[in-house]
């Protein structure tokens, strides 16, 4: 029996000794423990932070797409005032031109001529106009014909003017800045002509 209650000791001694090394272990355990909760939690409030700080900035920039797109549809609604307010002279213009085609009392050689003059003063005014929103006259007569700018309606002989060089217009060209914004329609000689 001895044995026995020297293996009983032996084993009370053993579970003593381990509740003692264990202890000191769950206290540090139980201190890491919380101070992982403490982390876990400022981590959550940061994480929270910043999840309304993205949906803010995103919202912002919503606002700012949505701004945009409106300011961008206004200048489009509205891009031809200045063209169009720099226009209204030159119809007031041929209106006065056409109240003063006609004059009573005066003889219709001079009714036209004040007609014709008037209309070239207001032609005047209209290119100048064209020239401020940089649309530009294409020189075409006497110029090599160039396909990228002119079209060719039909050809003529001609002695004065050389083979492929325009000889009249039909209808003008006219760049706008860098762009062509209409060719200029043409006849084009085709050399002189053969007897």
């Known amino acids: 029996m001895s044995q026995e209650i020297k293996k009983e000791e032996l084993q009370e001694e053993l579970e003593t000794e381990t509740e003692e090394e264990v202890s000191p272990e769950l ?3 139980e201190q890491e423990e919380s101070t992982l909760e403490e982390q876990l939690q400022v981590a959550e409030a940061e994480a929270a932070e910043l999840r309304d700080k993205v949906l803010r900035v995103a919202a ?3 606002n700012y797409k949505k701004r945009m797109d409106r300011e961008r549809s206004i200048m489009l609604k509205y891009a031809g005032e200045n063209i169009f307010r720099e226009l209204l002279p030159v119809v ?3 209106e006065r031109a056409t109240e003063q085609g006609v004059v009573d009392g005066v003889d219709s050689e001079k009714n036209l001529e004040a007609l014709q003059e008037g209309i070239e003063l207001t032609l005047k ?3 100048s106009t064209l020239e401020k929103f940089e ?3 294409i020189i075409s007569v006497g110029e090599p014909f160039d396909p990228n ?3 060719a309606l039909t050809m ?3 002695d004065t003017v050389p083979a492929n060089h325009v000889i009249s217009e039909f209808q003008k060209g006219y760049h706008y800045k860098d762009r062509l914004l209409r060719a200029a329609r043409v006849i084009v000689s085709s050399g002189g002509s053969a007897d």
């Open 149 to 151: 700018i002119q079209e």
């Open 27 to 29: 206290g540090e355990l």
């Open 156 to 158: 003529e002989a001609s």
């Open 92 to 94: 007031d213009n041929l």
């Open 135 to 137: 649309v530009k006259l």
């Open 125 to 127: 005014s209209l290119r």
């Open 60 to 62: 912002e920039f919503d």
